[in-house]
């Protein structure tokens, strides 16, 4: 961990120093103890943390392990811990209560929410956030990773894929014509991001699987303003509804990817209406950066080597493909390219694999 005590711009200098010292799966992690506009003794948030999982000695720590546990053992790993499972508990309340804001004293901008690189289009609140959403017809919980740009103090502009599972959860409210509660966290524990920028399958909570990685159930507890459940010990929780009237809808991008390009003109996407955040005392908020280059590999594309290479892996096992041996997905790839090793006894078997 690396604590940076002088004084840093949130306007690009933040994200520079991040995505200029982080390396390639071995640098720190970064806490900003002095942000512009936001260190004098009345800032509801005065630091932000990042890179937590931009490291693989960091990753072996979060599932239980030593530092020095080679990749390939956390691919292996991470291969069981998918297929594990510890149901969270619901519990009265929690540190991310200590503080409740609502109505007009909502402001975004009372945290140090970065403009992460120069060209985005605006500031981005959601970069590693835990998205909440829930099935609507089996009140199954979904936590994703997704992005979001502040629009005004109390509206974030998100980029909705169809495909994901919030997308999912969101056509079905669309179809009842009702707005799709939605609960942003912004920092937890580690187990959190990793699991919600994994391709869980869409009949499992993410919950479930964090607790599996922990070892001990999620402590949950229920939102202010909507029906949802979020971590009791969460920094910031952001409360909020999604329209699907277009005429809600608000500019939002571009934004630098995790290709290591800016992905999406700026456009109309829909929005959250925030309507709560809840926040510990004196919270640190949680951010990353995007996009792998070389000698800097951002910690979604550290982390996707590992989830994504043990993915990979289980479904060639389920799939009936002999012979694996090795499934490897380098960070520089986030994840995209897979290179598979395989013991080969027969004709085809490289093509089954593909």
């Not at 009345?42 to 020095?68: E, H, K, N, T, V």
């Not at 502040?150 to 495909?163: E, Q, S």
Request: charged share 20%; glycine share 10%; with cysteine.
């Amino acid at each position: 961990l690396h604590e940076i005590d002088a004084e840093v711009d949130w306007d690009v200098e933040l994200g520079t120093i991040v995505r200029m010292h982080q390396g390639e799966g071995y640098g720190p992690a970064f806490l900003f103890n002095n942000i512009k506009d936001y260190n004098g003794p009345d800032a509801i948030c005065g630091q932000l943390f990042s890179g937590g999982q931009g490291s693989y000695r960091r990753l072996a720590m979060m599932f239980g392990l030593p530092l020095d546990t080679p990749v390939r053992e956390l691919v292996k790993v991470c291969r069981t811990i998918f297929t594990e499972r510890i149901p969270p508990v619901i519990v009265d309340t929690g540190p991310v209560k200590q503080n409740i804001i609502t109505g007009d004293d909502i402001d975004l901008l009372k945290f140090p929410v970065p403009k992460w690189n120069r060209r985005d289009g605006g500031r981005y609140v959601l970069t590693y956030a835990g998205c909440i959403t829930k099935d609507p017809d089996t009140d199954l919980h979904n936590v994703g990773v997704y992005r979001g740009m502040v629009v005004d103090r109390d509206r974030i502009a998100v980029l909705m894929w169809r495909a994901q599972n919030w997308g999912s959860h969101f056509t079905k409210y669309e179809e009842r014509g009702q707005e799709m509660p939605v609960a942003f966290v912004a920092g937890w524990e580690p187990s959190l991001g990793f699991t919600g920028g994994s391709p869980v399958p869409r009949d499992i909570s993410e919950y479930d699987v964090m607790g599996a990685i922990r070892g001990a159930p999620v402590e949950l507890v229920k939102c202010e303003t909507v029906p949802l459940l979020v971590p009791a010990s969460a920094e910031i929780v952001i409360e909020g509804w999604i329209s699907p009237d277009p005429d809600t809808f608000a500019l939002e991008g571009p934004y630098a990817e995790f290709t290591g390009y800016y992905a999406t003109d700026r456009s109309k996407k829909h929005v959250a209406r925030l309507t709560c955040i809840t926040h510990r005392d004196r919270p640190i908020f949680r951010g990353t950066i995007e996009g792998a280059i070389p000698g800097s590999f951002a910690e979604n594309a550290v982390m996707s080597s590992i989830q994504r290479s043990a993915t990979a892996w289980n479904a060639l096992d389920s799939a009936g493909v002999p012979g694996i041996t090795d499934v490897w997905g380098a960070p520089i790839h986030a994840g995209v390219n897979i290179n598979i090793q395989m013991k080969q006894t027969y004709r085809g078997q490289a093509k089954q694999a593909a």
